[in-house]
C-alpha cells in the first residue's frame, strides 16, 4: 500500500509538471494586442510574455520547450543553429553587420542546422480570449539570409486550441522565397470563424514541421516581426436585450406614424 501510495505522488506530479511546462496564456483585452520584438530580455525561457520555442514539434504535439533563449544581438549572416534576436529588415539588404548588431527594430528569428530544429523548431505565443472575437491576426515572415545551398524550409502558420493541443489547422504556408525580403501574412475570420472566440488557452505558431528539402548543410536565417492579434469584446447579455428593445422601439415608432399619417 505504501508503494502504491508513493507511485500516485510520483505520478501526480510528474503529471502537474507536464502540464505546468507551456507557457501561461496572455490575457487578450479587446482592441490589438501587438509584439514587435523590439526588447529581447538577456536571456530565458520566455524571450517575450507568453512566447516560447520549441523543438521537436510536429502535427500533434507543441514538442519540447527551449529552456534558454538567448537576447544577444546576433548578425544575420551567424550560421550557428538558435533562436535569435536580429535587426528588422528596416534596414538595406546589404547593411553590415555593425549596423545591425546596433538596429533598435530587432526580430525573433531562426536558424536550423543539422542537429537543431530540422524538422520541428517552432516560435509559439499562448494567449487566451475570454469574452472576446478575434478578429484578425497579422505577422511579417522575414528572409534575412539566404542559404549559399540549394537547401530550404517551408514554414506553417498554425494555431492550436487548449492547454497542450494534439491537433493544429493551418492558417497558412510560407516557402523560401530564395530571395531577402519581408512577406505579410493577415487571417481573418474567412480563414478561422469563430474557433479562436472565447478559448482559455490558444497556441499560435510559427513552426518547421516538414524536414528542409535540397542539398548542401546550410540553412536559411528566418524570422518573424509585427505580429498582432485584433479583437472585440463580446456585448453583455444585457446589451444585447436593450439592443431588441430598441429595434422594437423603432418599429413601434413607425408603425404609429403610419397611423397618423393614414388617419
Same mark, same amino acid.
Request: glycine letters at 8%; aromatic letters at 10%; one cysteine or more.
Given at each position: 500500500?505504501?508503494?502504491?501510495?508513493?507511485?500516485?505522488?510520483?505520478?501526480?506530479?510528474?503529471?502537474?509538471?507536464?502540464?505546468?511546462?507551456?507557457?501561461?496564456?496572455?490575457?487578450?483585452?479587446?482592441?490589438?494586442?501587438?509584439?514587435?520584438?523590439?526588447?529581447?530580455?538577456?536571456?530565458?525561457?520566455?524571450?517575450?510574455?507568453?512566447?516560447?520555442?520549441?523543438?521537436?514539434?510536429?502535427?500533434?504535439?507543441?514538442?519540447?520547450?527551449?529552456?534558454?533563449?538567448?537576447?544577444?544581438?546576433?548578425?544575420?549572416?551567424?550560421?550557428?543553429?538558435?533562436?535569435?534576436?536580429?535587426?528588422?529588415?528596416?534596414?538595406?539588404?546589404?547593411?553590415?553587420?555593425?549596423?545591425?548588431?546596433?538596429?533598435?527594430?530587432?526580430?525573433?528569428?531562426?536558424?536550423?542546422?543539422?542537429?537543431?530544429?530540422?524538422?520541428?523548431?517552432?516560435?509559439?505565443?499562448?494567449?487566451?480570449?475570454?469574452?472576446?472575437?478575434?478578429? &484578425? #491576426?497579422?505577422?511579417?515572415?522575414?528572409?534575412?539570409?539566404?542559404? =549559399?545551398? !540549394?537547401? $530550404? /524550409?517551408?514554414?506553417? *502558420?498554425?494555431?492550436?486550441?487548449?492547454?497542450?493541443?494534439?491537433?493544429?489547422?493551418?492558417?497558412?504556408?510560407?516557402?523560401?522565397?530564395?530571395?531577402?525580403?519581408?512577406?505579410?501574412?493577415?487571417?481573418?475570420?474567412?480563414?478561422?470563424?469563430?474557433?479562436?472566440?472565447?478559448?482559455? &488557452? #490558444?497556441?499560435?505558431?510559427?513552426?518547421?514541421?516538414?524536414?528542409? =528539402?535540397? !542539398?548542401? $548543410? /546550410?540553412?536559411?536565417? *528566418?524570422?518573424?516581426?509585427?505580429?498582432?492579434?485584433?479583437?472585440?469584446?463580446?456585448?453583455?447579455?444585457?446589451?444585447?436585450?436593450?439592443?431588441?428593445?430598441?429595434?422594437?422601439?423603432?418599429?413601434?415608432?413607425?408603425?404609429?406614424?403610419?397611423?397618423?399619417?393614414?388617419?
Amino acid at each position: 500500500m505504501i508503494f502504491i501510495k508513493s507511485s500516485l505522488i510520483v505520478f501526480a506530479s510528474a503529471a502537474f509538471c507536464a502540464l505546468s511546462a507551456n507557457a501561461a496564456p496572455l490575457s487578450l483585452q479587446a482592441g490589438t494586442y501587438s509584439q514587435t520584438f523590439d526588447t529581447f530580455p538577456a536571456s530565458g525561457r520566455n524571450p517575450f510574455p507568453s512566447w516560447e520555442g520549441y523543438t521537436g514539434a510536429n502535427a500533434t504535439s507543441l514538442g519540447a520547450v527551449i529552456t534558454n533563449v538567448s537576447g544577444t544581438a546576433r548578425a544575420w549572416s551567424e550560421t550557428g543553429g538558435a533562436l535569435k534576436n536580429v535587426s528588422s529588415l528596416n534596414i538595406p539588404s546589404t547593411s553590415t553587420a555593425a549596423e545591425q548588431l546596433a538596429n533598435t527594430n530587432r526580430a525573433f528569428a531562426l536558424r536550423q542546422v543539422n542537429v537543431f530544429g530540422d524538422p520541428g523548431v517552432s516560435m509559439n505565443f499562448n494567449f487566451s480570449t475570454i469574452d472576446l472575437t478575434v478578429q &484578425s #491576426i497579422s505577422l511579417d515572415a522575414l528572409m534575412l539570409d539566404v542559404a =549559399t545551398t !540549394t537547401r $530550404s /524550409t517551408a514554414i506553417n *502558420i498554425q494555431f492550436g486550441i487548449g492547454t497542450a493541443p494534439t491537433s493544429f489547422t493551418n492558417l497558412g504556408t510560407w516557402s523560401d522565397p530564395g530571395v531577402i525580403g519581408s512577406t505579410t501574412f493577415t487571417f481573418d475570420r474567412d480563414d478561422f470563424g469563430s474557433a479562436l472566440d472565447g478559448q482559455s &488557452s #490558444i497556441w499560435f505558431r510559427f513552426a518547421a514541421i516538414s524536414p528542409s =528539402t535540397g !542539398t548542401g $548543410s /546550410t540553412r536559411d536565417l *528566418i524570422a518573424i516581426d509585427n505580429f498582432s492579434i485584433a479583437t472585440q469584446a463580446v456585448p453583455e447579455p444585457s446589451t444585447f436585450a436593450l439592443m431588441g428593445l430598441g429595434a422594437l422601439g423603432a418599429i413601434m415608432a413607425i408603425r404609429l406614424r403610419r397611423r397618423a399619417t393614414n388617419a
